[in-house]
């Protein structure tokens, strides 16, 4: 799995959009980009994930560079809820069974 | 569908005992992934297991095994408990559609303390 980098910590408003950058620039063809979020107190929780197109669900937005070194976790309206450490994985699949190498994450701050 | 349930929440033991924790599966899903985390060293893959066999393990001593059932509920155990085994134990399951593309769904963690 490649190694990825992300902000030790961010902060923003609540009711703001967020961007949450990763840089993965050791990331191969077949790598996907996941992300996941653990809210204190709790396990972690899946985000999104993708390959080359940015992506969408009801949660978050996952968009992509075209070179695929980099990637950033849109929130488009933070709530407190949201406030949580956010980790961003890149998965080889193949022989990792069951395996996500975490790193250290952005610890994300919600203000009122 | 009921989440990923890990039995017990809460656990002290002292140095040199054993200690067994369970963890039952979202139904359907047939892998199962265990974690430790620790304020140092963060979120470390321990093992997984699918269909009762252990395809992938993590870089931690012998001193931890695990094993599955044919119901995919799996069990951790760790052995002659040192005080830096003090830890969060997640464990997550997962549906094995493709290795790549596959979510995981944590539980809400053994919080196991060492004295």
């Known amino acids: 799995d490649a190694k990825t980098t992300q902000p030790n910590s961010m902060e923003s408003n609540e009711e703001e959009p967020v961007h949450l950058p990763c840089n993965h620039s050791t990331i191969s063809g077949t790598d996907y980009i996941h992300w996941y979020r653990q809210l204190p107190s709790q396990g972690p929780e899946y985000v999104i994930h993708g390959l080359t197109s940015n992506v969408n669900n009801r949660m978050a937005s996952l968009a992509i560079a075209e070179d695929r070194k980099s990637s950033t976790l849109i929130l488009h309206r933070a709530t407190l809820r949201d406030a949580a450490v956010y980790y961003c994985?890149?998965?080889?699949?193949?022989?990792?069974?069951?395996?996500?190498?975490f790193g250290q994450g952005t610890i994300l701050t919600v203000h009122p | 569908k009921a989440g990923v349930t890990q039995t017990p929440r809460y656990l002290i033991k002292t140095r040199g005992q054993q200690v067994t924790l369970s963890c039952s599966p979202i139904s359907g899903h047939r892998s199962v992934s265990w974690y430790q985390q620790t304020p140092g060293q963060g979120l470390q893959f321990l093992f997984e297991?699918?269909?009762?066999?252990?395809?992938n393990k993590g870089n931690f001593p012998g001193r931890f095994s695990g094993r599955q059932f044919s119901n995919s509920r799996s069990e951790m155990n760790v052995s002659t408990l040192e005080l830096g085994d003090s830890a969060l134990y997640l464990c997550?399951?997962?549906?094995?559609?493709?290795?790549?593309?596959?979510?995981?769904?944590f539980g809400p963690g053994t919080r196991l303390t060492v004295l």
């Open positions: 997550a399951s997962s549906l094995v559609i493709s290795s790549s593309t596959d979510t995981q769904y």
């Open positions: 994985i890149t998965n080889a699949g193949g022989t990792s069974y069951g395996k996500l190498t």
């Open positions: 297991y699918f269909s009762e066999t252990q395809r």
